[in-house]
């Protein structure tokens, strides 16, 4: 119950991985089979020669036969409603609708409020106010789908959530971005950590834009890359 710690596994990879994008790679390239590229497909530092080549070029499709699957708990209903914008994702996620909650509920405090004593305690009796409050609409009758009306952003969900290695590196390129919200920020560095743990090669397409781009594209830099305009020099719109 109360305050808890975000948890990110991820339970689905291709065993197969680089010969699945080496083979998508080399179809496009070669005049053999499909099948036959994969079959035939070389060491590991030949593969990864290939891919890196092809992805530097901007050849992008060739990483969406990559699916990754994951399961992430322990989340604020704030934090999952920035995840499900992303467009090439999908998600099977714990329903207010359906599941009841008991007791005090879950939460996720923000660690700017967090750090504030004085504050922390307002927020901790509001989530207790609240929590009571629901459990009364619940008592009295009022089905779960109603009583979530009065459920705060900071609520606790869970889900499953899937996408292919190109909207997972768009994802990290984007909300690893110090202007990103901080909660989203660990939960997609966790998400980073379990994918690079298997395949390590990723390390270096798994990070913020800036470090992609080699420049801050943000109306505002956090100081990590020079803009854009710093860098050439005057009007950038030219």
């Known amino acids: 119950m ?4 975000l948890s990110v596994k991820l339970i689905s990879i291709p065993e197969n991985l680089l010969k699945v994008i080496y083979t998508a790679c080399r179809t496009c390239y070669s005049a053999k089979l499909p099948y036959d590229n994969f079959l035939n497909a070389p060491d590991e ?26 399961v992430i708990q322990n989340v604020s209903r704030a934090c999952t409603h920035q995840l499900v914008r992303h467009r090439h994702m999908s998600f099977s996620q714990k329903s207010q609708r359906y599941v009841t909650e008991k007791g005090e509920i879950d939460y996720i405090m923000p660690k700017s409020i967090e ?21 009364e609409f619940i008592e009295a009758g009022i089905k779960a789908e109603d009583a979530r009306s009065i459920l705060p952003n900071a609520t606790s969900s869970s889900m499953v959530a899937s996408l292919n290695l190109r909207e997972l590196i768009h994802l990290a390129n984007l909300r690893l971005c110090a202007r990103a919200q901080y909660e989203i920020r660990c939960l997609v560095c966790e998400m980073v ?11 270096e397409y798994l990070v913020p834009k800036c470090e992609r ?10 100081g990590r890359k020079k803009t ?10 030219e």
């Open 193 to 203: 950590k379990e994918v690079i743990s298997k395949e390590p090669w990723l390390k």
């Open 45 to 70: 530092q030949k593969m990864l020669s290939l891919i890196k080549k092809v992805i530097g070029s901007g050849h992008y499709s060739t990483i969406e036969h990559i699916q990754l699957s994951f």
């Open 228 to 237: 854009k305009q710093e860098i050439l020099g005057g009007n950038t719109n």
């Open 213 to 222: 781009l080699g420049y801050c594209d943000e109306d505002k830099t956090c």
């Open 2 to 5: 109360g305050n808890q710690k």
């Open 115 to 135: 750090n504030n004593p004085v504050l922390k305690k307002k927020f901790e009796d509001f989530i207790l106010q609240t929590s009571n409050l629901y459990s």
